[in-house]
Antibody
Framework: EVQLVESGGGLVPPGGSLRLSCAAS????????MNWVRQAPGKGLEWVSY????????YYADSVKGRFTISRDNAKNSLYLQMNTLRDEDTAVYYC??????????????????WGQGTLVTVSS | SSELTQDPAVSVALGQTVRITCQGD??????ASWYQQKAGQAPVVVNY???NRPSGIPDRFSGSSSGNTASLTISGAQAEDEADYYC???????????FGTGTKVTVL
């Protein structure tokens, strides 16, 4: 059974730092690209960051670029998000999501096929 | 930046059909995927690409696309379909992902 379990959330003051972790199990972690997606209270989903299988490709949303760093440790089946210079607007539930690749009719699509339960990050003084 | 726009809310009578739309320039190039999120839960993919459903998703969820608009149709809506629905695709660079603004579906 595929499982993604986030941890590391909590209350942090503006300007502070936090490191989120996502422990993966039930699949070959090193074979899948991974993402972080967040959701502010009562708001919609926002893609945050992507990392490829070997960490050779990394992308960030403009809203977090330069402040957040995504990384992974394939030996430990773990995904991370280092968040620095946190702002009030970073308050959200942070989900890690596996990116699966599915092919049909000659086309291949990448989707978020498994999600963790999320970890809440609250930025407040 | 690329944006995906959805109607904030729609309602549908039990057993009837409802269509949720998602508009954005990037949809002319990239297919959309659709996610259902029930209150307090993580999202679940219900449709992607050229109308593909993951295993376990009922066939009442169908997807389509035309021009800059992607659509998710729920045919014969059930009470358990009441949820928020988000489309997702790539921006013009192809490297960044973007979610739609979300549609709250109420089943009457």
């Amino acid at each position: 059974e595929v499982q993604l379990v986030e941890s590391g959330g909590g209350l942090v003051p503006p300007g502070g730092s936090l490191r989120l972790s996502c422990a993966a199990s039930g699949f070959t972690f090193s074979s899948y690209s991974m993402n972080w997606v967040r959701q502010a209270p009562g708001k919609g989903l926002e893609w945050v960051s992507y990392i490829s299988t070997s960490s050779s490709a990394i992308y960030y949303a403009d809203s977090v670029k330069g402040r957040f760093t995504i990384s992974r440790d394939n030996a430990k089946n773990s995904l991370y998000l280092q968040m620095n210079t946190l702002r009030d607007e970073d308050t959200a539930v942070y989900y890690c999501a596996r990116e699966g690749r599915y092919c049909s009719g000659g086309f291949c699509f990448r989707i978020f096929d498994y999600w963790g339960q999320g970890t809440l990050v609250t930025v407040s003084s | 930046s690329s944006e995906l726009t959805q109607d904030p809310a729609v309602s549908v009578a039990l057993g009837q059909t409802v269509r949720i739309t998602c508009q954005g320039d990037s949809l002319r190039t990239y297919y959309a995927s659709w996610y259902q999120q029930k209150a307090g839960q993580a999202p679940v993919v219900v449709n992607y690409g050229k109308n593909n459903r993951p295993s376990g998703i009922p066939d009442r969820f169908s997807g389509s696309s035309s021009g800059n608009t992607a659509s998710l149709t729920i045919s014969g809506a059930q009470a358990e379909d009441e949820a928020d629905y988000y489309c997702n695709s790539r921006d013009s660079s192809g490297n960044h992902l973007v979610f739609g603004t979300g549609t709250k579906v109420t089943v009457l």
